[in-house]
């Protein structure tokens, strides 16, 4: 059975750090590339970056560096270290595998940043 629970977002200062996880089914992780993408409101859910089962990353330009994809395979789990947030990163973000599949989008974890 395919599944995706993300966790670790919250309210969050500009400047601040947070760091998301995503623990998913074997189905999904194993020997996959993993993404995270994300979803303000009002637009669509784009995609934030991805990371290859052998640890090469890749990252949508907007996040700049401030972004850090990770993962360790023995624990089905990816990490996104996110610094020096901004309002404009406010979004519900979700994993996945990259490219998506439609029909595994878990419930997604919500970051707010906010002063």
């Known amino acids: 059975q395919a599944h995706l629970v993300e966790s670790g977002g919250g309210l969050v200062q500009p400047g601040g750090s947070l760091r998301l996880a995503c623990t998913a089914s074997?189905?999904?992780?194993?020997?996959?590339?993993l993404g995270w993408f994300r979803q303000a409101p009002g637009k669509q859910r784009e995609w934030v970056a991805h990371i290859q089962w052998g640890g090469t990353p890749n990252y949508a330009s907007a996040m700049n560096g401030r972004f850090t994809i990770s993962r360790d395979n023995a624990k089905n789990t990816i990490y996104l270290q996110m610094n020096n947030l901004k309002p404009e990163d406010t979004a519900v973000y979700y994993c996945?595998?990259?490219?998506?599949?439609?029909?595994?989008w878990g419930q997604g974890t919500q970051v707010t940043v906010s002063s």
């Open positions: 074997d189905t999904i992780f194993r020997f996959n590339t």
């Open positions: 996945n595998r990259s490219p998506a599949r439609d029909n595994i």
